[in-house]
């Protein structure tokens, strides 16, 4: 029954798979098979239909800006359903050009704004001064992770109340090369420029599997009464 099934869903896997990005979604289907958990992952593209409150997770990786523009155009359509899914604290993870994608606008080289979901409150511009390409080391509240980021974008919140980084930088940029600050955290959603990928940091992906779990028991608890 579908129901005894976790299921996660990629968004646009064909598009934004930058750097190993696809791991992490390895990475989780592995660990939730430790515990006992069978999972499915439904890969979402241009032109399918996709209901966030089927899944118990979601994960939008890394992309180029040329593919981030042509995603942005076909991700507005799920706006609300990803808005809601958020609100209400269910787990999901964006990466780099997909974390971008969650603000408001990205301003691109060319000055051209690829317009964000603007679910959260912040933006994103290309700074052809510093490309922010290296390893990376933070402190989450998960304890220490170390990735590999490339990015040229740089990413400014624009209310520090709402929206908190996911991490303290130690070595390497993170959202721009002033703040030594690292990815995003609103409720269940964490966005982050680590690539490599960010979940063989396993303190972090225990962690998301956890929030899983729950979303899952919440899920299923929800079919059956
Ligand atoms: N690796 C990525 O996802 C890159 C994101 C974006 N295109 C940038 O350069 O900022």
Not at 13 to 19: I, K, P, S, V
Not at 31 to 46: A, E, M, P, Q, T
Not at 88 to 99: D, K
Request: net charge negative; hydrophobic share 35%.
């Amino acid at each position: 029954m579908e129901g005894q099934i976790v299921k996660l869903a990629y968004l646009y896997e064909d598009l934004m798979n930058t750097y190993g990005d696809s791991g992490d979604v390895k990475i989780l289907q592995y660990l939730l098979k430790r515990k006992g958990f069978k999972s499915k992952v439904d890969n979402i593209s241009l032109g399918d239909q996709f209901n966030a409150e089927n899944y118990d997770f979601i994960f939008f990786g890394g992309g180029q800006d040329f593919e981030q523009s042509v995603v942005a155009k076909d991700l507005v359509r799920y706006k609300e359903t990803l808005r809601k899914y958020i609100e209400e604290e269910n787990p999901i993870l964006c990466i780099c050009g997909g974390y971008q994608l969650m603000g408001n606008y990205y301003r691109i080289s060319s000055g051209e704004i690829i317009e964000g979901l603007g679910i959260l409150p912040f933006h994103t511009i290309f700074k052809a001064d510093k490309r922010m390409i290296g390893d990376t080391k933070y402190v989450t509240e998960w304890g220490e992770v170390r990735a590999f980021e490339n990015h040229s974008g740089q990413t400014y919140f624009e209310d520090n109340d709402m929206i908190q980084p996911l991490g303290k930088v130690l070595e390497g940029f993170g959202n721009n090369p002033q703040e030594k600050s690292e990815g995003i955290r609103y409720k269940n959603l964490i966005g982050s420029y680590s690539h490599g990928p960010l979940l063989k940091n396993l303190n972090i992906a225990d962690g998301i599997v956890k929030l899983i779990i729950e979303r899952y028991q919440r899920r299923i608890n929800k079919i059956t009464v």
